[in-house]
């Protein structure tokens, strides 16, 4: 089967532990959940909220963290009931044209955090450092080698790295706390909701995007599926019971660290006359100005080990996402890159051509198109969880159904307000043609597509594609089978030590009836230039040793061939069997390690995509 996550999944077991070993067998998703929930782009909406509005908005933040609990306590359930994640789950529920548009959203909003996350490692770099942020901003790529390294050393290795980085997040703004001295009067006064509109609602919807983050519900209901549990009625209620416990404590911190952070734009700021403080940078200089070195030294480390962190959990949901809807998987060193890239052109053309200062604002604006995808990723979850066929006696309540939808209806409303409010603006301008040509149907796109996530499930549920919940397809009957002949064998040798094996290999495929070719390619510079017209020295030397090799073989009774080709060995492997008419490749594999394999390619990979004969692969 097609796991979530395959390379760690069930790799935790938490059998045979009682108490609090067993509790703690089962902490550690919700933490590398909870990094997304106080990453950078939190920091710009909770800064720019906190010194324009002062403590009125800290109930648009626990009511996003409450809508977050249930939300990710909703993904939690799915991933561990029915061992699918949320992309998985959205592909066998969906046509495979609506499966495509899913990916793109959330492929999009996992730019736009990893975009937030770029700028915020930079700005902590030139907080602390004093590094240029073009600098700080491409020195980000190199957290690719940082996630691989985890990814090899296991699930526990990488919860441990997170837990690490969340800890010192944490400490830092119990600090900050304790060097600001805010009012608790005014802190409470401001759990009380109010009405929103024009800057209050851009900022209390860039603080839901920011804290309700869209990947990391893809991301919880993969975790989960990290715990080796037992699969009985008893055992999924246990598990759903530590990891309601898990997911409590670790968003219940991310709330602390996004209140502190509000709270401190509120006191240092609100309550000095710094109403327009969104820029982290700004927020660093005040803190020096009115507090002293250490409380900017702090947030600056804070902010870093924010970012660190919350990159590599990016990586692990944008592998989800790809695997989930699409079946597409590759190296997640490659996605890593893709992402990472993707990232940083917005973020270096803004310096480039707005300066570093308009950074603060693109940061926000991340967090906006966080939001607006949230609809995509909460409306099928509810759907899923709600589905009594499939989830059985764990399928939710009425209450909590209840509440999810109302959490649905509060965040897409939100966001259809913005988005309206938003065009409404540009259309109102001069030379606004791009909005009717450009955006006007993307939007009237995107609401359709969200109706249709939306009903699709209600109407379609008998009719869903049986064949789209078996992760490979159905097994196939198998007839009975004549024996195989081959009668055209090619041989690729390198004359190395591991030639014996591939051609002993080969002999024993094709016997004494098969023609067997000999097949060496020449890959100097001459020959990729002048192919077979090069008469250099080693390919002299190479048309000796296959002789050899010809020779050898007919000493033994075999009938065999030489066939030397040039340049790109996987190109000139495949256009030899082509030539020749092959019907069987046996190739050695080197069995390189990973950095040899990345620098200088596998041969058998290329050549697999090449031809349509069967190959044997020969492990040296």
């Not at 909703?74 to 899913?102: C, E, K, T």
């Not at 079946?327 to 990472?340: D, S």
């Not at 949230?374 to 939710?396: C, N, Q, R, Y």
């Not at 065999?560 to 492997?573: C, V």
Request: hydrophobic share 50%.
């Amino acid at each position: 089967m097609n796991e979530s996550l395959g390379e760690v999944h069930s790799s935790v077991n938490t059998a045979g532990k009682k108490g609090w070993r067993k509790l703690l067998s089962f902490l550690g998703p919700a933490y590398l959940v909870s990094v997304g929930y106080m990453d950078p782009g939190n920091w710009a909406t909770d800064l720019a909220g906190g010194s324009q509005f002062g403590y009125k908005l800290i109930w648009v933040l626990l009511m996003s963290n409450l809508i977050a609990l249930l939300l990710q306590s909703l993904s939690v359930r799915l991933g561990i009931v029915q061992g699918l994640d949320l992309a998985q789950a959205s592909r066998n529920a969906y046509p495979r044209w609506a499966n495509f548009p899913l990916y793109i959203l959330a492929q999009i909003a996992i730019i736009a955090c990893d975009l937030a996350e770029i700028i915020g490692m930079a700005i902590g770099l030139n907080l602390l450092f004093g590094l240029p942020m073009i600098w700080g901003i491409s020195i980000t790529i190199l957290d690719t080698v940082l996630l691989l390294f985890l990814l090899n050393k296991g699930m526990q290795a990488m919860e441990s790295f997170i837990l690490s980085m969340v800890f010192i997040v944490g400490l830092s703004f119990l600090a900050e706390m304790f060097i600001i001295e805010p009012q608790m009067k005014d802190v409470l006064a401001g759990l009380e909701p109010s009405m929103l509109s024009g800057d209050a609602l851009y900022i209390a919807i860039g603080i839901i995007g920011a804290t309700v983050m869209p990947h990391n519900l893809y991301l919880h209901s993969s975790l989960v599926q990290t715990r080796k549990i037992d699969r009985t009625s008893k055992g999924i209620k246990e598990s759903l019971k530590y990891n309601l416990i898990d997911t409590s404590v670790a968003l219940n911190l991310a709330f602390f660290v996004n209140a502190s952070i509000l709270i401190l734009a509120a006191t240092a700021f609100h309550k000095n006359g710094y109403f327009q403080v969104a820029e982290i940078q700004d927020a660093h200089k005040l803190l020096e100005n009115i507090f002293g070195s250490l409380a900017p030294a702090l947030f600056a480390i804070a902010l870093i080990a924010a970012g660190q962190s919350s990159t590599v959990t990016g990586t692990l949901a944008g592998q989800i996402i790809m695997e989930g809807h699409l079946k597409l998987r590759i190296q997640p060193w490659i996605r890593r890159l893709i992402t990472r890239l993707l990232a940083i052109v917005p973020a270096f053309f803004t310096i480039l051509y707005f300066g570093e200062g308009a950074l603060g604002e693109l940061l926000v604006l991340s967090q906006v198109v966080l939001s607006l995808q949230l609809g995509f990723a909460v409306i099928p979850l509810i759907h899923f969880t709600s589905d009594k066929k499939k989830m059985g006696e764990f399928a939710i309540k009425p209450w909590v159904k209840v509440l999810a939808w109302l959490s649905a209806i509060i965040i897409v409303s939100l966001n259809i307000k913005l988005v309206y409010e938003e065009i409404s603006s540009w259309m109102s301008t001069g030379n606004n043609w791009w909005v009717y040509v450009f955006i006007v149907p993307l939007a009237i796109a995107v609401v359709f597509l969200l109706f249709y996530v939306s009903f699709h499930p209600l109407f379609k549920k008998q009719t869903m594609m049986i064949n789209s919940n078996v992760p490979h397809g159905r097994a196939l009957e198998i007839p009975s089978i004549e024996n195989v002949s081959y009668h055209a064998v090619g041989i690729p040798v390198d004359f190395s030590k591991y030639d014996k094996a591939t051609i002993e290999h080969a002999l024993m495929q094709g016997g004494k009836n098969a023609m067997y070719f000999l097949i060496h390619i020449v890959e100097t510079a001459g020959a990729r230039y002048h192919g077979d017209t090069v008469m250099d020295y080693e390919t002299k030397s190479d048309a000796e040793n296959l002789e050899i090799y010809r020779l050898n073989l007919e000493q033994l009774g075999y009938k065999a061939e030489t066939r030397i080709g040039y340049g790109d060995r996987a190109r000139a492997i495949s256009r030899l069997a082509r030539e020749n008419h092959l019907d069987l490749l046996v190739m050695g594999a080197h069995g390189h390690q990973a950095m040899k394999d990345m620098v200088f390619g596998t041969t058998v990979n290329a050549v697999r995509h090449r031809v349509r004969i069967p190959i044997l692969i020969v492990r040296k």
